[in-house]
């Protein structure tokens, strides 16, 4: 089993950035492959950032060049830095973790943290 729970997220202008970190409880962390997904207010929940346990790392277009994910497996924790923020960038950040295949589907990920709040304001 293992536990994620996600904080860093606010509300900030346009522009501005926010680091959103992921705090992983259960063993085995270093062996996973960890992941971010947002879901905004009526819209399907969508990939963001993807990083395996080798740290290789995929990036949805839409955020590529200005956020970016890593990972500390001796404190269990994932990172997500986001810069260059935009209105559209709104939306619940949701950690996830799991042994993906295809890591731009949702389903491939067995973990899923409560979910953080983003909103950026024009």
């Known amino acids: 089993q293992v536990q994620l729970v996600e904080s860093g997220g606010g509300l900030v202008q346009a522009g501005g950035s926010l680091r959103l970190s992921c705090a992983a409880s259960?063993?085995?962390?270093?062996?996973?492959?960890m992941g971010w997904f947002r879901q905004a207010p009526g819209k399907e929940r969508e990939f963001v950032a993807h990083?395996?346990?080798?740290?290789?790392?995929h990036y949805a277009d839409s955020v590529k060049g200005r956020f970016t994910i890593s990972r500390d497996n001796a404190k269990n924790t994932v990172l997500l830095q986001m810069n260059s923020l935009k209105p559209e960038d709104t939306a619940v950040y949701y950690c996830?973790?799991?042994?993906?295949?295809?890591?731009?589907?949702?389903?491939?990920?067995?973990?899923w943290g409560q979910g953080t709040q983003v909103t950026v304001s024009s």
């Open positions: 996830v973790c799991g042994r993906s295949t295809y890591y731009f589907r949702a389903g491939e990920y067995d973990y």
């Open positions: 259960g063993r085995s962390f270093s062996t996973y492959d």
């Open positions: 990083i395996n346990w080798r740290s290789s790392t």
